[in-house]
């Protein structure tokens, strides 16, 4: 990841290239405010809906921490929905849900990975109840639906979080497509020591990737594995505690003039191909059978036997080969419930997540490929 930085920076003064604005990918909209991260936008929402500790909002029971958090502290009621093994809300007891709880105000649906569920089947639910939709693009930055348009649109309001796919610290997007719900906001707060400091951790977080990435020998990977996962933590530490608005970062400004997105989508594209084409083992069974090139996927799941995942990761490290899981804040099933959430538990106890990420070269991709085939 690093790599990509210096890149960046080295090349930035020369490159004759203009370089498309981000938010020239995202959906066009009506409405749209971009702040440092996500969680304070899920906060500013629920402020701008004006929703009180009467009202509900529906999220899936595997869910990340800054999701839940901010619905949480901001008061209203949180509610689970369940779903299927692509986690993807199951519709009937959606339905059920619904028609059993007036307090429903808001729902999110989470493009898993980058692969897109279906909004519409989920809208035409809803319709004429007054719930709002907000979909979660945290996941999903430049995929496109099926249907042509860009992920983002089938709901009322779209939430994006750029440092989940680009080499940046901080930066998150909500826009509304809703006329009559503004959500611009004005009451952003001066960053002041303690925020740039998380800034600058995440770099370091960004840094440490890159170590990792070069570590020859699996101890000195261990080694940057535990100091970026520190690095991680100090920056989330804060962004968990201060709920507020801060602009975007001035690092993540800079650096979003320098990167090539059109590159960057096609390395994915071109990544995950090869692993959707020469991936033939039947120990891992892709979460979503089929990709299409407009998924961007931001790591592609795999389902794996539960009593197994550790020896492949740990076999698979040995070889300096990265799987990694995303349990840790993400696992929110009612521990009194875990039957009636089943397939969130299945996905936690049994997924691995396959890397595609754009700087793995071809040549890159072929060894791990060819190391996943021999396990
Ligand atoms: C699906 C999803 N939604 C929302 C968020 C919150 O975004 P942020 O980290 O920018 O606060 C995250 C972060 O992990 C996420 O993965």
Sequence with gaps: MFHILRQLDKNHKSSEKVRRDIRSYL???ED???????RSLVSLLIRRLGLTAEDTCLIPAYVPEGLIRPLRESGIQVQFYTVDDKLFANLDDLNRQIE???SIRLLVLIHPFGFEQPVRPIKELLSERNIAILEDCAQSL?????????????????????????????????QSNNPNMLITADDFVEGQTEQQASILAYEDH???????????TPDTAQGFLEKTGHAYERYYTFVNR?????LPSLTTKKRLKQIDFNTFIAKRISNTRLLYAELKQTTFKFVYENWTENYIPMTVPVYVAPEHRDEIIAKLFSQNILLSTLIDKW???PPDREEIFQAE????NSHLLLPINEFLSPSHMETIINALNKV
């Design 27 to 29: 959906p066009p909209c």
């Design 32 to 38: 749209s405010c971009f702040a440092s991260t996500g």
């Design 100 to 102: 059993n709880d007036p």
């Design 142 to 174: 430049f995929g496109t639906s099926i249907e042509g348009p860009p992920l983002g649109m089938g709901g009322d309001f779209s939430l994006f979080s750029l440092n989940k796919f680009l080499p940046v610290p901080d930066g998150a997007i909500l």
């Design 206 to 216: 960004l840094h440490l990737n890159h170590e990792l990435l070069q570590a020859r």
């Design 242 to 246: 201060d709920l507020r608005l801060f």
């Design 331 to 333: 696992n929110y099933i």
């Design 345 to 348: 538990a299945r996905f936690i």
